[in-house]
C-alpha cells in the first residue's frame, strides 16, 4: 500500500538559509499536517491543510509558510533558519472520511 | 483546551517484565480519540492503536493491552514480556473528531521512554 512520502530525508542548512521540504500524502487523501519535532521533544502541530486550504494553525514561526497544491502534495517553506529549527518534521495525511493520520518517514532538518 | 500528559519520563525493565506506560488526558470535547505511537532510534512513528471515546472496551493485541478509563480520562498502554525490540519512546496522543470545525490534529504526550534491558 502507498505511504506517504516525504523529501528530503535529511537536510543540512546553515543559519539564515532557507529550506523547503516536501510531502506527497496517501492518494485519495485530502488533508495535510504537518508537526515538528525537537529533540528529546514530543511533535507539535504546525500547520493542516484540508482540500488546498489551509484549515488550522499551530504555533509555526511567522518565517515559515506552507501551502498544498492542485495534485495534493503539500511544502513547508522556512526562511532565515536559526540553529532552533534543527528538529525532525512529520507530515501526515487523513481522509476525509476517517480520522487516522498516517505519518511519513519525516525530514530531519539540521541547522548549523 | 486539549492537554496530554505521561508522567513516566524514562521506565527502564529486564526483558521479559511486564510494563505498564500511563497516559493522562483533559479535552472539554465530548467525542475524541486517543492513539498510541512507537518512535524507535530510527526516528519514524508507528501507529499502535486507536481508541474512540465512546468505546471503552479494553483491547488485547499479541503482548500490547490498553486499558481505556473515561471516569479517571486515563488510556494506560501494558507491554507483556517486554523484549528488547520494545525499546522507543512512546508516545500517547489526543484528537477531536473532524466535525464542527475541528481538525482533526493530534496533541502529544511529552513521551516515555522505554528501555529493555536483555
Known amino acids: 500500500a502507498a505511504g506517504v512520502i516525504q523529501s528530503p530525508r535529511h537536510l543540512i542548512k546553515e543559519k539564515r538559509e532557507t529550506a523547503t521540504l516536501k510531502c506527497y500524502p496517501i492518494?485519495?487523501?485530502?488533508?495535510v499536517y504537518w508537526y515538528q519535532q525537537g529533540p528529546g521533544q514530543d511533535p507539535q502541530f504546525l500547520i493542516s491543510f484540508y482540500e488546498k486550504m489551509q484549515s488550522d494553525k499551530g504555533s509555526i514561526p511567522d518565517r515559515f509558510s506552507a501551502q498544498q497544491f492542485s495534485d495534493y502534495h503539500s511544502e513547508l517553506n522556512m526562511s532565515s533558519l536559526e540553529l532552533g529549527d534543527s528538529a525532525l518534521y512529520f507530515c501526515?495525511?487523513?481522509?476525509?472520511?476517517?480520522?487516522?493520520?498516517?505519518f511519513g518517514p519525516g525530514t530531519r532538518l539540521t541547522v548549523t | 483546551a486539549q492537554k496530554v500528559t505521561q508522567a513516566q519520563t524514562e521506565i527502564s525493565v529486564v526483558e521479559k517484565e511486564d510494563v505498564t506506560l500511563d497516559c493522562v488526558y483533559e479535552t472539554r470535547d465530548t467525542t475524541y480519540y486517543l492513539f498510541w505511537y512507537k518512535q524507535p532510534p530510527s526516528g519514524e512513528l508507528v501507529f499502535l492503536i486507536r481508541?474512540?471515546?465512546?468505546?471503552?472496551q479494553n483491547e488485547i493485541s499479541g503482548r500490547y493491552s490498553w486499558n481505556f478509563q473515561k471516569s479517571t480520562s486515563s488510556f494506560n498502554f501494558t507491554i507483556t514480556a517486554s523484549q528488547v525490540v520494545d525499546s522507543a519512546v512512546y508516545f500517547c496522543a489526543l484528537s477531536a473528531l473532524r466535525v464542527a470545525g475541528n481538525t482533526g490534529k493530534l496533541i502529544f504526550g511529552q513521551g516515555t521512554t522505554l528501555q529493555v534491558k536483555p
Open positions: 481508541r474512540n471515546s465512546f468505546d471503552e
Open positions: 501526515a495525511s487523513s481522509p476525509l472520511t476517517g480520522d487516522e493520520q498516517y
Open positions: 492518494p485519495r487523501h485530502d488533508t
